[in-house]
């Protein structure tokens, strides 16, 4: 099953639910989001910095993984970014394939 690590930063209400609610529920909230489609959480850790939530997840596809990015990000509380994570077998199988491409202005 795909892997994706998010990155999410809450903003206006989404600070104030999580002061409210505080973290465990907000985890909760998004393994009951990623369960509907059917996902699973790995990880998840709040953090310092410009991104307040970090973390791994699977979900079996990728229309599963932009179906959450977007309802999430849609509420106006919280702003997602997704990254997919590609296996180390994966990179083998892209090192082995010889795409066509000529560089600008080359």
Partial sequence: ????????T??????????????????EALTQALGSVGGTL??????????????????PDDASAAA???LINSSGNVNVRLKPLLTV?????????????RA???
């Fill in 89 to 101: 077998e994966d990179i083998d199988e892209a090192a082995k394939k010889t795409p066509s491409y």
């Fill in 42 to 59: 790995e990880s998840f850790y709040y953090a310092f910095g410009y991104y307040d939530v970090l973390g791994v997840f699977e979900v």
């Fill in 104 to 106: 600008p202005g080359k």
């Fill in 68 to 70: 959450l990015s977007l």
């Fill in 1 to 8: 099953m795909p892997k994706y690590m998010f990155e999410a």
């Fill in 10 to 27: 809450y903003v206006g209400d989404g600070i104030k639910g999580l002061m409210q609610e505080g973290g465990t529920k907000r985890r």
